[in-house]
């Protein structure tokens, strides 16, 4: 799987998806998130309170495929 990024925007939360395994287990730090799956594999990474517009000079980030979600 590809991962697929897509941004919450009323919880103000980024998120990439690396997997569609379950997430078992998890690793805080900060305001960014880390899920395992069940063979300790990357599935998930949230990062919560971003701010896009931070992003907005680098001139790639038009080219990401990111999903909004209302």
Known sequence: MAPKISFHKKENILSIRFSKSKSVDSDISGNVVIDYGKDGQLV???????????????KNLRKLDIKQIA
């Open 44 to 58: 998930n990474v949230d990062i919560m309170d971003i701010n896009l517009q931070d992003f907005a000079p680098i």
